[in-house]
């Protein structure tokens, strides 16, 4: 049986998206462009229902209070800004010498953290607006940051993850192992576990509490074939959702580091993505001036495929092993002279979920599906995801 996952193409930015915040509970979230405007949108009416004006430049990154009504966004014209969405009024403006790249807001710590072109991150109080701490270490700009009560992560272009305490400014890890520039970082809840996303197209998740990584190495999971822009914990840390130049938006089991589902969103790369904390509403913002909302909350049920493998007449089977989606493709059925009721891995002596070639397999990796990312690849993305 199939089903199709239910989309809405949010339009009202007129050049790229850059960054989606959900805030109020969920009810409500924001979205930066490079239109030099901050939208605000209802989840419920899935409509935009104001407009934040005052940037000279592009807006590159926003974030907001899960809890509250406040937003603060980073822009090109080098400021930063906090608004009161209830009144659309800029509460304070921050000038910087640099461009700013990253922004993250805890009310928790009433800290402010900014990334800048210069090497710095900069921390200001949220209560007085004054600039409290400001961290060094990185050797070229730093591009995201990610705060979990007093202790902050940030990535960079020199290729490694900072990991600091805010509370004296002291450096408690650093994280090598990318291969290019940090794109995105994010520290889960319960402060355990960090996952980074990069430009060598992969994104790594690391347990920074017991730092197994030191023994064992991050858990490294390839299936972006392009850039990876953001990477985020979800639904209580039990999922992480990564987006990429490829045009993808990857849900992942956070605790097994598997694929569990991918989406073709956009007709160009994606920049940014969000999701409510009860797991029904992704957001994908791309650089093709839309904001795509996806109500994945049945997705668990069903792995998920494009409408166009359908319309091309694939079978798919449900492994009897491991319960994941394959490919049947007509020459197996005609070689082997039956219908395979488990994957390629599972019908191996030794189950392996390393990238395999078509010649050791024999069939294509069809889990993976890189053919899917090359088909119409300079097409409209579709409207819908279909799953089987």
């Known amino acids: 049986m199939s089903k199709e996952l239910d989309v809405h193409v949010l339009k009202s930015h007129t050049a790229a998206v850059n960054s989606v915040s959900f805030f109020d509970n969920d009810q409500k979230f924001v979205s930066a462009g490079d239109d030099c405007c901050l939208n605000g949108w209802s989840v419920e009416e899935k409509s935009c229902i104001f407009k934040l004006k005052g940037h000279e430049g592009p807006v590159k990154t926003c974030a907001a209070s899960s809890s509250s009504l406040k937003i603060v966004s980073g822009s090109w014209d080098r400021t930063v800004r906090l608004w009161d969405s209830s009144t659309t009024n800029c509460l304070w403006t921050l ?111 690391w347990d920074i509490h017991a730092g197994t990584y030191r023994t064992q190495g991050p858990k490294v999971m390839y299936e972006h074939e392009g850039c990876v822009s953001a990477c985020k914990f979800v639904v209580d840390n039990q999922k992480i959702i990564s987006s990429g130049f490829d045009k993808t938006v990857i849900i992942w089991d956070a605790l097994a580091t598997k694929k569990r589902h991918q989406i073709r969103a956009h007709a160009s790369w994606i920049n940014d993505i969000a999701m409510t904390s009860d797991g029904r509403w992704l957001l994908s913002c791309s650089k093709d001036r839309t904001i795509r909302m996806w109500n994945v909350k049945n997705a668990d049920k069903m792995p998920v495929v494009l409408h166009n493998k359908l319309s091309m007449g694939y079978k798919f089977q449900e492994c009897s092993d491991c319960q994941r989606t394959f490919k049947v493709e007509k020459r197996d059925l005609i070689e082997v002279g039956e219908e395979f009721t488990k994957c390629v891995y599972c019908r191996m002596p030794e189950r392996s979920y390393h990238r395999l070639s078509h010649q050791d397999l024999g069939m294509e990796a069809n889990e993976t599906d890189h053919e899917l990312l090359q088909m119409d690849k300079n097409d409209a993305a579709p409207e819908t995801a279909v799953s089987a």
């Open 95 to 205: 000038q910087h010498e640099a461009l700013v790249l990253g922004v993250s807001f805890s009310e928790e710590s009433n800290l402010i953290t900014v990334c800048c072109d210069d090497k710095q991150t900069k921390l200001w109080d949220l209560r007085t607006f004054e600039n409290v701490m400001n961290l060094d270490g990185h050797t070229n700009s730093v591009t995201c940051c990610s705060q979990n009560h007093f202790t902050l992560a940030t990535g960079s272009l020199d290729k490694t993850i900072r990991v600091s305490d805010l509370r004296n400014g002291n450096i408690l890890l650093q994280l090598t192992g990318h291969t290019s520039a940090i794109s995105s970082v994010d520290i889960s809840t319960d402060g355990f576990k960090l996952c980074s996303g990069s430009w060598d197209k992969t994104v790594r998740v």
